[in-house]
């Protein structure tokens, strides 16, 4: 059966406005916000607690499996920090947030991020890790990257979302959009 609605990944570093982005998005076009995070903390989709670099170990396949039903009828708006182990079929657009160096310092610093921890996630920003997960991952066209460094951008960003969303809607929806489970040829294998 066609999506009616589209399935967007709001990624990006942790401490970029991937969850302050997701949750106004949702809020404008009725898509819902799915915290992966927080799904893999309560459906315990993990294999535990990595205590050196403070996070917990993502078991994909569990993880995949339940989010398959949710995402293959779309409407959902996927707040994570990697983009690269969902299949292209499920996803129709990619927003990669991207926060200047400065300004990410101090939020993870806020956050009380461990100096290792807090390295590795500004290392991964300036080697923009993300933002080449998702080009390699996705098509062109489905990738944009946005800046996030405040209040002015994040709304600026949920207006750009929200117009996308609309345009998608009138054209893919009356398309009926990708069908579920059929992509692009591209897609990643979902094991099982």
Not at 33 to 54: S, Y
Request: aromatic share 6%.
């Amino acid at each position: 059966m066609p999506r009616t609605q589209p399935n967007i990944i709001i990624t990006g570093t942790p401490g970029v406005g991937k969850s302050s982005l997701a949750e106004l998005v949702a809020q404008q076009t009725g898509l819902k916000h799915l915290k992966i995070n927080d799904l893999v903390k309560e459906g315990e989709f993990h294999e535990g607690w990595d205590k050196e670099l403070e996070t917990w170990v993502v078991d994909e396949d569990k993880l995949l499996d339940a989010l398959e039903p949710l995402l293959l009828p779309g409407g959902n708006i996927i707040d994570y920090h990697a983009c690269d182990l969902f299949p292209t079929s499920w996803i129709d657009l990619v927003v990669v947030l991207r926060t200047s160096t400065e300004i990410l310092y101090d939020r993870l610093k806020a956050r009380g991020y461990a100096e290792r921890k807090l390295q590795e996630n500004m290392d991964a920003e300036i080697m923009q890790v993300i933002l080449e997960e998702a080009r390699e991952g996705f098509e062109e066209e489905c990738v944009v990257e946005l800046g996030s460094d405040g209040v002015e951008e994040m709304e600026g960003n949920a207006e750009r979302v929200r117009e996308w969303v609309e345009s998608w809607r009138e054209g893919k929806g009356k398309e009926g959009g990708k069908e579920e489970g059929k992509g692009d040829g591209k897609e990643k294998e979902v094991k099982s």
